[in-house]
């Protein structure tokens, strides 16, 4: 009997320290490692900062029964997110069938203020097993707005229009509405477009980007130079500076008229006239190839000498002489004679007014006709008057 009662006091401590061993371990069952094996390809991957990784994990279960297992990330850094998924839900333990394996998707975001380097972490299942990751991150992080261009710098002449690409990147963890300015000087048009629109804000998505079109216009008057056309996104909270700069390589501009600023002639029915015209470069920069040509109206004929002017220096000027055929069929008054010089990069035109007077030979014609008249009446007075 002593003996039976020494077995069941030994029984009972024995009864109490695993109930009390199962109280420490919240009544959950005591697993062992092996048991179940975590798998994915992809253990070490290099991402940058605002990315969101997405691994691909086998859950399988090495025992002869169906295991739960509680699925649970350690050492995750500070400022990231994780989110484990299968069959399109959120869960934290997955169920798996002896021998056989289950997937889950396990959802890894790294901030945008994250600093460059390598960063390491585990998933587990309890006690049952492991499995470590690393991700490499590429760029320092920033959280912040970022207005970038690959090119900032366009070269043309007075009369171009510079045309600018520039990407707005939302480096924040919010959405943003940005109000786009440009500080340029007076006279200088900006235009923005995004979308194939003119906008004067955008709307940009956390982690996004949007690439934007930056239209400038020079003013009439501006000189040879390189000028800064600075350019901002922004709004209460962020903003992003960018300067672009756009180089003026001359000015064009050309001017036809004559000598003596007279756009006026006369002539004389099928017969020509030949008048001087002045060609001037008005532009700071140097023309070439200027072609001379002519509306004249219908049998008219307009010639010039020379056709083409090869090279006008800037600020200088050349004369041209142009020769007017008025058509014989020309009645007495007023024509109008249109001209035009003109290079790829200007053109002028001026417009003459050309006086034509009767032919001659139909003045001579006329007094003949006269003379026969009178003539005439001469004869017959002195043939009949004498009767």
């Known amino acids: ?20 061993a199962s109280l420490l371990t919240g009544g959950r069952p005591v697993f062992a490692a092996g048991e179940v094996t975590l798998y994915t390809p992809y253990t070490s991957i290099s991402a940058p900062p605002g990315e969101t990784i997405n691994y691909p994990v086998e859950v399988k279960n090495n025992t002869g029964g169906v295991v739960t297992a509680p699925l649970q990330l350690n050492n995750l850094p500070d400022g990231w997110t994780a989110k484990l998924s299968g069959g399109g839900w959120q869960l934290k333990e997955v169920s798996v069938k002896p021998g056989e394996a289950e997937s889950v998707t396990l959802e890894v975001t790294v901030p945008l203020k994250v600093n460059k380097g390598s960063y390491s972490f585990q998933l587990s299942a309890v006690s049952m097993g492991s499995l470590p990751l690393t991700v490499d991150i590429t760029e320092q992080g920033t959280y912040q707005t970022e207005l970038t261009t690959d090119q900032a710098n366009l070269e043309g002449h007075a009369d171009s229009t510079f045309t600018y690409t520039v990407n707005l990147q939302n480096r924040t963890a919010s959405k943003q509405n940005y109000a786009l300015q440009a500080d340029a000087q007076a006279g200088w048009d900006v235009k923005f477009t995004s979308g194939g629109n003119q906008v004067s804000s955008v709307e940009i998505e956390p982690g996004a980007n949007q690439s934007i ?15 800064k056309i600075p350019i901002r996104a922004s709004n209460q909270s962020t903003s992003s500076e960018l300067t672009l700069e756009a180089v003026i390589t001359g000015s064009y501009g050309l001017e036809l008229t004559t000598p003596t600023g007279l756009l006026s002639t006369s002539v004389i029915a099928g017969g020509s006239k030949t008048v001087e015209l002045q060609v001037k470069n008005t532009g700071t920069a140097d023309l070439s190839d200027i072609n001379l040509s002519s509306e004249a109206p219908v049998d008219w004929e307009v010639t010039f000498n020379p056709k083409t002017i090869e090279n006008l220096p800037a600020g200088q000027s050349t004369t041209v002489e142009a020769k007017l055929t008025a058509s014989d069929k020309a009645i007495a008054g007023d024509y109008v004679t249109n001209m035009k010089a003109s290079a790829a990069e200007a053109s002028s035109d001026a ?14 014609i006329g007094v003949l006709i006269i003379l026969a008249i009178i003539g005439g009446i001469y004869y017959l007075i002195r043939k009949y008057g004498r009767r």
């Not at 009997?1 to 401590?13: D, F, R, Y």
């Not at 020079?218 to 000028?227: C, Q, W, Y």
Request: charged share 20%; aromatic share 8%; glycine share 10%.
């Open 1 to 20: 009997m002593k003996i039976a009662g020494k077995s069941i006091k030994s029984l009972s401590l024995l009864l109490l320290m695993m109930l009390g």
């Open 213 to 227: 079109t930056v239209d400038v216009k020079p003013p009439a008057e501006v000189t040879e130079g390189t000028f």
């Open 351 to 364: 417009q003459f007014r050309v006086s034509v007077k009767g032919s001659m030979l139909w003045g001579w």
